[in-house]
């Protein structure tokens, strides 16, 4: 089983060539999941599976069974968290982008150290806090979010619940998990937190539901309330606590591995560093303040944000449903009652065919491909059959468009306010860490950095 933890990308790179590159799908163990492996699927069956009904093909249950989350107390994903950010946030991403900007500016302050002089810092804890105060504007609303037990808790949820899911699936036999939320101290410490959540969120949803506070209902507080309300569905301050928790843990470490991983290329490829500089100064003596629009204009920076999440995609594979029947694909290939099945968004990023030259880091790739095919495609946050590193079909990530823009605010205040390296006697970024299927840029790797005297 071992090699199934720490060999997994040449294991996926075998079933790449053997099967998926011939329209095969192929079966590989799932050390998280050991009853149930998982078939990969080749490309040919992603529009089947884009369109396959909910009730049949199902996401949340993948996540919820592979993860654990009901048996520790977890929240899980459901139709009301997604169609809140699908239709919400979404929407209210152009009015956020200034508030959002207030907080990054604040948070900044309150968590990154003073760089007088060359100061080496551990970067990704920092990254983690400012992405989740940062966020915390959309989903808790201004006063939450300067928090500090708020932020605390919403940052020691996640941390929590991955130590009792990896606990409880070590110690604990399928039979006897239902047990875990009793027994266990880190899925006890799941519950204690999300009571704790709930505490705290109880007074701001009576406020909301009251009609007492609409003056700050810009905020996931309030849409999440409006979505369960339009559905006629009662929403607990548990719930909301669980939904509120749901998005954390889907957004805040992927985004800030993502922007750990940016940045390491932007160490690696200084004369890309040097053009996204000019073209932020250029931007911003244009627009005069960050806007959405202003955000789209840095055409570079996307496309660099892109090519760095291609060649450092944080998943092997997306696009993961369970089949909860027994499932048909048009050309014969039958799914059994209970098969996960999943595609090979990393070995697709480096297929030759599909991106030339793949294992070469190209900063304008996209940028090109923008210029010369389709301006409206392509972008960081874009989805396609060529790019499933946001998934695909009705589940494919809500949440890009707000991780697109809080990470190119977290960016511009870095590259413009600091100069930054790489500690140690390694100038270059440090291989990506592989464990099971996901795959992570080195979170351990001290950077040197030091503010510039003048500031944005
Ligand atoms: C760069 C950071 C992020 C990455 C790489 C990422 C990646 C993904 C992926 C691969 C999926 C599964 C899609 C599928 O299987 O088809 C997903 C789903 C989801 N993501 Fe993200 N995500 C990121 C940021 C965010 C943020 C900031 C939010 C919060 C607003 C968010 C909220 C969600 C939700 C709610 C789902 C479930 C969608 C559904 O069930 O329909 N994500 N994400």
């Known amino acids: 089983m071992a090699r199934y933890i720490s060999e997994t990308?040449?294991?996926?790179?075998?079933?790449?060539?053997?099967?998926?590159?011939?329209?095969?799908?192929?079966?590989?163990?799932?050390?998280?999941?050991?009853?149930?492996?998982l078939v990969i699927l080749p490309l040919k069956y992603l529009s089947e599976v884009k369109s396959a009904p909910q009730g049949k093909l199902s996401f949340p249950t993948f996540l919820d069974k592979s993860n654990l989350l009901t048996v520790v107390g977890g929240p899980t994903m459901n139709f009301e968290v997604t169609r809140m950010v699908r239709l919400r946030v979404n929407r209210a991403l152009k009015d956020l982008v200034e508030p959002l900007q207030d907080e990054c500016l604040y948070a900044w302050n309150k968590v990154v150290p003073a760089c007088a002089d060359w100061t080496p810092i551990t970067l990704f804890p920092i990254l983690n806090q400012l992405f989740a105060r940062i966020a915390a504007r959309v989903m808790?609303?201004?006063?939450?979010?300067?928090?500090?037990?708020?932020?605390?808790?919403?940052?020691?949820?996640?941390?929590?619940?991955?130590?009792?899911?990896?606990?409880?699936?070590?110690?604990?036999?399928?039979?006897?998990?239902?047990?875990?939320?009793?027994?266990?101290?880190?899925?006890r410490e799941v519950l204690r937190i999300r009571r704790r959540a709930a505490q705290m969120l109880g007074p701001y949803l009576e406020a909301r539901?009251?009609?007492?506070?609409?003056?700050?209902?810009?905020d996931a507080l309030q849409w999440l309330l409006d979505t369960y309300e339009s559905r006629k569905k009662?929403?607990?301050?548990?719930?909301?606590?669980?939904?509120?928790?749901?998005?954390?843990?889907?957004?805040?470490?992927?985004?800030?591995?993502?922007?750990?991983?940016i940045i390491y290329d932007l160490i690696d490829h200084p004369d890309s560093l040097q053009e996204i500089k000019e073209e932020i100064n250029r931007v911003f003596g244009e627009y005069q303040t960050?806007?959405?629009?202003?955000?789209?204009?840095?055409?570079?920076?996307?496309?660099?944000?892109?090519?760095?999440?291609?060649?450092?995609?944080?998943?092997?594979l997306t696009v993961q449903r369970a089949a909860l029947v027994p499932w048909t694909f048009k050309d014969g290939f039958q799914l059994p009652a209970g098969t996960n099945i999943s595609f090979a968004s990393q070995q697709l990023n480096l297929d030759e065919d599909v991106y030339p030259d793949a294992q070469t880091f190209d900063a304008k790739r996209f940028l090109?491909?923008?210029?010369?095919?389709?301006?409206?495609?392509?972008?960081?946050?874009?989805?396609?059959?060529?790019?499933?590193?946001?998934?695909?079909?009705?589940?494919?990530?809500?949440?890009?468009?707000?991780?697109?823009?809080?990470?190119?605010?977290?960016?511009?205040q870095l590259l413009m306010r600091y100069d930054f390296k790489l500690s140690g006697a390694s100038q270059s970024r440090p291989p990506d860490i592989a464990y099971n299927f996901s795959v992570m840029p080195n979170i351990g790797t001290q950077l040197l950095m030091k503010e510039k005297l003048t500031q944005r």
């Open 9 to 37: 990308k040449t294991l996926m790179d075998q079933g790449q060539a053997q099967h998926l590159k011939k329209g095969r799908p192929f079966m590989i163990r799932n050390p998280s999941d050991e009853k149930h492996p």
């Open 140 to 187: 808790v609303g201004p006063e939450l979010c300067r928090d500090d037990e708020w932020l605390n808790l919403a940052l020691s949820y996640t941390e929590a619940s991955i130590k009792a899911i990896r606990g409880v699936r070590a110690k604990y036999p399928p039979s006897l998990r239902f047990l875990a939320q009793y027994l266990d101290s880190n899925a």
């Open 209 to 218: 539901r009251s009609g007492r506070d609409r003056s700050n209902s810009d």
């Open 234 to 261: 009662a929403l607990s301050a548990d719930q909301l606590a669980q939904d509120e928790f749901i998005l954390n843990v889907a957004s805040i470490t992927s985004s800030a591995a993502v922007a750990l991983s």
């Open 290 to 316: 960050w806007t959405r629009a202003s955000l789209n204009s840095l055409l570079l920076l996307d496309s660099f944000m892109k090519e760095s999440l291609r060649l450092h995609t944080l998943q092997q």
């Open 368 to 412: 090109r491909k923008r210029e010369n095919i389709d301006p409206n495609k392509f972008h960081f946050a874009s989805v396609s059959d060529d790019s499933i590193i946001f998934g695909a079909g009705f589940h494919a990530c809500p949440g890009r468009f707000l991780a697109q823009d809080v990470l190119k605010l977290m960016l511009i």
